[in-house]
């Protein structure tokens, strides 16, 4: 049996999975590569894995069809398999196996925590036909969820607001970011948050691009912002330290040019001939 194209969103076991497809494996929060490459022949997996292990279709619109596993390290071959932070994939010049590790471990995340139904208790059972957990007692249904996301670089003429956030382990500085609340937009929302990581209020709010970013389900809304008036303040818990920094005297350690706190501040670079 292999699986129709149009069935694009499809969970089925990894025996009907087509032996030409390839096949991202994730370990927990990890992914696991093989000899240092993201994808896995399915036809290897097949002598490898249990026939019924659960498996998501990424992408099925080309000859080469791309699926997720749910996978142990130790089940796999030592001298091939390898954990990757899936982080590191932010230096890839290929965006396209940043999508599909991205994807593959949003949707292992949201089966691994999604294993019983919320308003009965029942075990979920995994679709067919459609991404999606069923219900087998009172038919609800579980969709993979995202969690909006703003991500602004506020400016100030030839200067940028940059901040060193608490939990990300370096001395990266990035734009000022945070989840949408229920009932805002995201303009409300990067108001909101500016202020309170800053105290800074911005103006003149523009879009410029989204991301998705699997870390673990988010999808960044990048804006630009221009200064609007207060002096820069932080609680030194959530934003450990904050500054303007002129276009021709930047930090050292920004965001990889691939993510979209990148990409924001490149484009303002660009604007200003730096």
């Given at each position: 049996?292999?699986l129709?194209?149009?069935?694009?969103?499809?969970?089925?076991?990894?025996?009907?999975?087509?032996?030409?497809?390839?096949?991202?494996?994730?370990?927990e929060?990890?992914?696991?590569?093989?000899?240092?490459?993201?994808?896995?022949?399915?036809?290897?997996?097949?002598?490898?894995?249990?026939?019924?292990?659960?498996?998501?279709?990424l992408?099925v619109?080309?000859?080469?069809?791309i699926?997720?596993?749910?996978?142990e390290?130790?089940?796999?071959?030592?001298?091939?398999?390898?954990h990757?932070?899936?982080?590191?994939?932010?230096?890839s010049?290929?965006?396209?196996?940043?999508?599909?590790?991205?994807?593959?471990?949003?949707?292992?995340?949201?089966?691994r925590?999604?294993?019983?139904?919320?308003?009965?208790g029942?075990?979920?059972?995994?679709?067919?036909?459609?991404?999606?957990?069923?219900?087998?007692?009172?038919?609800?249904?579980?969709?993979?969820?995202i969690?909006?996301?703003?991500?602004?670089?506020?400016?100030?003429?030839?200067q940028?607001?940059?901040?060193?956030?608490?939990?990300?382990?370096?001395?990266?500085?990035?734009?000022?970011?945070?989840?949408m609340?229920?009932g805002?937009?995201?303009?409300?929302?990067i108001?909101?948050?500016?202020?309170?990581?800053?105290?800074?209020?911005?103006?003149?709010?523009?879009?410029?691009r989204?991301q998705?970013?699997?870390?673990?389900?988010?999808?960044m809304?990048?804006?630009?912002?221009?200064?609007?008036?207060?002096?820069?303040?932080?609680?030194?818990?959530?934003?450990?330290?904050?500054?303007?920094?002129d276009?021709d005297?930047?930090?050292?350690?920004?965001?990889?040019?691939?993510?979209?706190?990148?990409?924001?501040?490149?484009l303002?670079?660009q604007?200003?001939?730096?």
């Amino acid at each position: 049996m292999s699986l129709a194209p149009s069935s694009t969103a499809a969970i089925l076991s990894l025996r009907d999975v087509p032996d030409n497809a390839r096949c991202v494996l994730v370990d927990e929060s990890q992914l696991v590569l093989r000899a240092g490459e993201v994808y896995w022949p399915a036809s290897l997996l097949k002598r490898l894995l249990d026939p019924m292990t659960q498996a998501v279709a990424l992408d099925v619109a080309n000859d080469s069809c791309i699926y997720a596993l749910s996978c142990e390290l130790t089940r796999l071959p030592q001298h091939e398999a390898s954990h990757c932070n899936p982080r590191l994939l932010l230096q890839s010049s290929i965006p396209e196996v940043f999508a599909h590790a991205g994807k593959a471990l949003q949707l292992i995340h949201w089966i691994r925590s999604h294993r019983h139904c919320g308003f009965c208790g029942s075990r979920l059972a995994a679709q067919a036909v459609e991404r999606a957990l069923q219900c087998p007692q009172c038919q609800h249904r579980v969709f993979p969820r995202i969690s909006p996301c703003v991500i602004v670089l506020v400016q100030r003429e030839r200067q940028i607001l940059l901040a060193r956030h608490a939990g990300r382990g370096s001395g990266t500085f990035s734009c000022l970011a945070g989840f949408m609340e229920v009932g805002e937009t995201p303009e409300q929302t990067i108001c909101r948050e500016v202020r309170e990581e800053t105290a800074i209020e911005v103006c003149n709010i523009r879009y410029i691009r989204s991301q998705s970013w699997p870390f673990p389900s988010q999808l960044m809304l990048g804006f630009h912002a221009d200064y609007a008036g207060g002096e820069i303040q932080v609680d030194g818990h959530e934003i450990l330290e904050a500054s303007w920094f002129d276009a021709d005297e930047l930090p050292s350690a920004l965001p990889p040019p691939f993510s979209v706190a990148g990409q924001l501040i490149a484009l303002f670079l660009q604007a200003n001939n730096v």
